[in-house]
């Protein structure tokens, strides 16, 4: 496996961690449906293939159509790797994850009523980059807490927290509420891609099989640089201007 921040290989990795029964999963990842990134969902595909991912979730903003057209272009273009749809959900308390997702999950809801709306379509939910105070994170402020025994996963690390203790306090978090802890790229590039994944046993295509491998989970840690971060801001530009902006809450 190989990732703009990471060093191990995908052979080096595969060997060991037990070799081809493994697989290989980054659940966070932005494509340019995301009014703050500019890679194309096929770019995304083709990116994950060839840095050895075998699933990826695109979790866009606000939306799935960007994971919905990823997903159809895996499926022609990359058949061997899995695209779970997903989305980052923004409640009135702060960012969900949600996976497994056939519709978008409105944005503005409270966090147990977003919950229970990715938990109708039968998805899962994982609390992203909960202590980063520059993002819209769930436990930044102390809040929050009693939504642990609602959450599949924790981001124990998120490769773009690149300052402060966000990552060594999301790890203690899940450690503290028996929550499994994953690693993700929050890749809003195609070089950011599987920079960071987890490697579990089992197979993570479907809710009960992501939620049983889960806890087989081993983090690969690895960051997104400052120049990549960099690149955030002009992304967010050059979609302003193209009319893509994030979504006002719809509750």
């Known amino acids: 496996m190989s990732g703009t921040g990471s060093t191990t290989t995908e052979a ?3 060997e060991a961690t037990g070799g081809g029964n493994r697989a290989f999963v980054d659940l966070h990842c932005h494509s340019s449906a995301s009014f ?10 083709r990116a994950a293939a ?34 779970l749809v997903g989305q980052e959900i923004k409640t009135r308390q702060g ?14 809801l409270g966090a147990v009523e977003a919950i229970a709306a990715v938990r109708e379509q039968g998805g899962l939910v994982g609390i992203p980059h909960p202590f980063d105070s520059h993002r819209g994170s ?31 306090r999301a790890a203690k ?17 195609v070089l950011e891609v599987g920079v960071a994944y987890i490697a579990v046993n089992g197979d993570p ?31 967010k530009l050059v979609q302003r201007v193209r009319g893509n902006r994030r979504l006002a809450h719809n509750p």
């Open 12 to 14: 080096e990795h595969r």
């Open 36 to 45: 703050d990134s500019l890679a194309s969902p096929r770019s995304i595909v």
């Open 50 to 83: 060839s840095r050895g991912l075998t699933h990826i979730a695109i979790t866009d903003h606000d939306r799935i159509d960007g994971a919905l057209e990823a997903r159809e272009i895996a499926r022609s273009e990359a058949p061997s790797m899995t695209v």
């Open 95 to 108: 960012d969900l994850i949600g996976v497994f997702l056939d519709r978008a999950i409105p944005s503005g």
């Open 138 to 168: 769930l436990l930044a402020d102390g809040g929050a807490v009693d939504l642990a025994p609602l959450v599949d996963w924790v981001e124990s690390h998120n490769a773009r927290i690149l300052l402060g203790d966000g990552n060594q």
């Open 173 to 189: 978090y899940a450690s503290d509420h028996g929550l499994p802890g994953i690693a993700v790229s929050d890749a809003h590039s």
């Open 205 to 235: 295509s479907t809710p009960d099989g992501l939620r049983a491998a889960l806890r087989t989970a081993d983090l690969v840690t690895g960051r997104a640089t400052v120049f990549v971060r960099a690149l955030t801001p002009i992304a």
